[in-house]
């Protein structure tokens, strides 16, 4: 199948999103209907396995080090969003850690690991990034490029209007949010108290613009998805 294009592709996460009301889709059967005991005297091939590990579309494992900070500043500071989750960046796709982290590829070569912790639903501007460099000091540079390169609209239908970033030792962690649903500022100086650090670098940025979909000049920066 053909790589849609990326308007295509934006109007399809559109759909799948919050920003409009779809009713829930009834199961596909053998796919997303649940699994079910054997019946009773069913012989089952010995040889035959599920690993999630080796699956193609599996995704990598979040860093543990960097997802227990996470979870040590959401202990000291709860972030009241749907479906939050840590995930891994992986650092080898080109096509999404740019839009994950706003890294380019020479940049990404400085990293040693990321996560990243979001909503499940793309109608909350909400997006906390926690990435380990491979030398301390490159922490500013990458934290003036995640602060300069991740688009503050790349939900498509909301905006965050607040980001900041700041080191610590060998980290940076990016945080931005529409105020109006997380308080950058509080929970960046609750992760200072969270993780028992002292910020060697602190930048921000606002945004004054809408989250009105009337553009796709601001979207240019979400990777294409493959049919």
């Given at each position: 199948?053909?790589?849609?294009t ?23 059967p ?66 999404w ?9 020479d ?5 040693d ?15 906390m ?12 540079e990458?934290?003036d490029?995640?602060l ?8 498509v239908?909301?905006?965050a209007?607040?980001?900041r ?5 060998d ?5 931005m ?6 308080d ?16 060697a ?27």
């Amino acid at each position: 199948m053909k790589k849609l294009t990326l308007t295509a592709a934006l109007l399809a996460a559109l759909a799948l999103t919050a920003c409009g009301n779809k009713p829930a889709e009834a199961p596909t059967p053998g796919i997303d209907a649940p699994a079910t005991m054997p019946e009773e005297g069913m012989e089952i091939d010995p040889e035959f396995s599920v690993d999630p590990e080796t699956d193609e579309n599996a995704q990598p494992a979040p860093d543990a080090g960097l997802s227990g900070l996470i979870d040590s500043i959401y202990a000291v500071h709860p972030v009241d969003v749907m479906m939050l989750e840590t995930t891994a960046v992986d650092l080898t796709d080109a096509d999404w850690y740019p839009y994950q982290t706003g890294l380019d590829a020479d940049q990404a070569t400085k990293v040693d690991a990321a996560v990243l912790s979001e909503p499940g639903v793309g109608s909350q501007a909400y997006s906390m990034v926690l990435v380990r460099v491979k030398d301390k000091a490159d922490t500013q540079e990458i934290a003036d490029a995640m602060l300069d390169g991740i688009n503050m609209r790349k939900w498509v239908c909301v905006a965050a209007n607040k980001a900041r970033v700041v080191t610590f030792d060998d980290k940076v962690l990016f945080v931005m949010a529409d105020s109006e649903l997380v308080d950058v500022d509080a929970l960046i100086d609750d992760a200072a108290t969270a993780l028992n650090v002292t910020f060697a670098y602190d930048m921000s940025k606002e945004s004054t613009e809408d989250s009105d979909i009337d553009l796709p000049d601001e979207l240019l920066s979400a990777p294409a998805v493959a049919g």
